[in-house]
């Protein structure tokens, strides 16, 4: 799967505690969600019969229970607690931003001269900080949601997650103008395929195209490690800005040959993001798993965000 947040049985056992006790809900003495009324018998048939109807009555005129009735994951919930993340992310991501450039607007960077004097006073203090705390608790979150699940630590994490994408957009933005609101439509554009697409039945996850995504997935994160270090250690030439993604193969800049690869893995990611969570809410998993959903979500989209934001700046540096 695309997270190691969702490696917990809560997303693949159904829950045998998950049976609703609340009105207008399947009640005990039902039968797959539907009522089974004793038969009548002797003289109070009548009146037993007059009770079910009434209490039938009752049920179906009783609005549904939402994930607070219940204590269940529901879709509906899930999505407002993604919505909550994604609100603390871009937050702190105009905090990023901020303190990036200092407090000042992005300059007008079509003289060269200004765009150096701006790069110059660029910090990176944002960037790296969001980086390296959003890749701790994102560890912390995957390996501990096992024995329970902490919402602060995940509210934390869209924090650090906010201050990186601000940050590496602010950066970006300077170097190449305009490259950030095309890097946001391109991400929005390709979720919103996604799960249209999802959401419709024709894309699913399946167990043989999981294991190809993720040894895919796996290679990918070989190379873009061995790439860091390569630049780093200044193995590389000078300006081959974005590492091995600057090899050109047949004219084509490595990097866009790759990033067409990278947005299929993290597209097919959100499918198996989606799919986990339909299956918590079909297991009855409790509520607080969605904010593990969110996150879930939250750590593919970032993470497709990055990917698009660096193939557009590789096309238009070359």
Known sequence: ?????????????????????????????????????????????????AAVNANLEGMYAAPPAGSIETNRMTVEDT???????????????????FFTLGGAAVPDTTDPYVRAAAISKIALWPWLVGALGG??????????????????LIFAYA???????????AYFEVMWPGIVLQASLATVAVVAVTLALFASGKVRASAKMTKIVMIAMLGYL?????????????????????????AKVAGIPLGLIIGVLVVFLAAYSLVMDFDQIQQGVRNGAPRVYGWLGG????????????????????????
């Open 1 to 49: 799967m695309s997270n190691f947040a969702f490696n917990n049985p809560a997303f693949k056992e159904k829950d045998p505690r998950a049976v609703a006790t609340y009105p207008g809900g399947p009640q005990a003495g039902t039968q797959n969600g539907q009522y089974a009324p004793p038969p009548p018998a002797g003289q109070f048939a009548a009146a037993q019969q």
């Open 79 to 97: 999505v407002w607690k993604t919505a909550g993340l994604f609100g603390i992310l871009l937050v702190f991501a105009v905090v990023g931003w």
């Open 135 to 152: 890749f701790v608790l994102a560890m912390i979150v995957s390996f501990t949601s096992r024995k329970k699940v902490r919402p602060g």
């Open 159 to 169: 924090a650090f997650e906010g201050l990186f994408v601000g940050g590496i957009s």
């Open 222 to 246: 070989v190379f873009s490690l061995l790439n860091v270090g390569l630049m780093l250690f200044k193995v590389l030439p000078q300006d081959m800005m974005f590492g091995l993604y600057s």
């Open 295 to 318: 996150f879930g979500i939250m750590v593919t989209v970032v993470w497709l965000y990055v990917e698009i934001l660096r193939m557009i700046a590789i096309a238009r540096s070359n």
